[in-house]
């Protein structure tokens, strides 16, 4: 069996006395759409965040694309794509201009071309020319992921990609989503909606820092005996998970 493409071994992230992530361990394998499914505040953006590189854990060993993330964060940036929770492309450029800048970033070869590319894929074509910030919710979240993948990263971490978008761009997303996973990209996904969660072929759910259920969405069902993700949870919260 090859390598895990995402392993983690009892990884911590503590802020003074607080514990955000609590001796976590999971491995992710390659093409695999692995979700993270938890209330706000449960520790999922900070285990992203240690994993691309931004946070040092505080203990604990974790691996991304078998390079050791206490010892060269930085090395995992260029083969990895990062969408994060809130909105952090350029209000003031034009979608066009906004992917322009990140092929730059990234060094991105053919760089039109790839623009085009990212154009077309999200649907983005026929308003290439509008400034950024003045999008809804859902077409500003379609360019976040385009710009996160314009360097075909090899493993996708995407924190929140759906917050506060309508259902039909939710769907979109996790069509592309699947598509990029079936295409043999590694999807790190974080979510706190059930429905979502059904997508992922395997769940890590979290409570106050800590890996409390880890399976597929039909195994976890099946080990609590319900129907429902959210009757894991109910269940889970019952025997004092």
Partial sequence: MPDPT???LNLSKRFGDFTA????????????????????????????????????????RGTVGGIDILESPEAVK???????????????????????????????????????????????????????????VGWKQ???LAASVMHGPRILFLDEP???VDPMTRRRFW???RDMADAGTTVFVTTHYMTEAEYCDRLAIMKAGRVIALGSPEALKRSASVETLEDVFLALAKDGA
């Fill in 6 to 8: 995402v392993s983690l």
């Fill in 21 to 60: 992530v609590d001796r976590i361990t999971f491995d992710v394998e390659a093409g695999e759409i692995f979700g993270f499914l938890g209330a706000n505040g449960a520790g999922k953006s900070t285990t992203i965040r240690m994993l691309c590189g931004i946070l040092r854990p505080s203990s604990g």
């Fill in 78 to 136: 260029p083969f990895i794509g990062y969408m994060s929770q809130k909105f952090s492309l350029y209000d003031g450029l034009t979608i066009r201009e906004n992917l322009d800048f990140f092929a730059g970033i990234y060094r991105v070869p053919n760089h039109r071309e790839a623009v085009e590319k990212a154009l077309e894929r999200s649907g983005l074509t026929d308003m290439r020319d509008i400034l950024t910030g003045t999008l809804p």
């Fill in 142 to 144: 379609q360019l976040s």
């Fill in 162 to 164: 759906t917050s506060g």
């Fill in 175 to 177: 069509q592309a989503i």
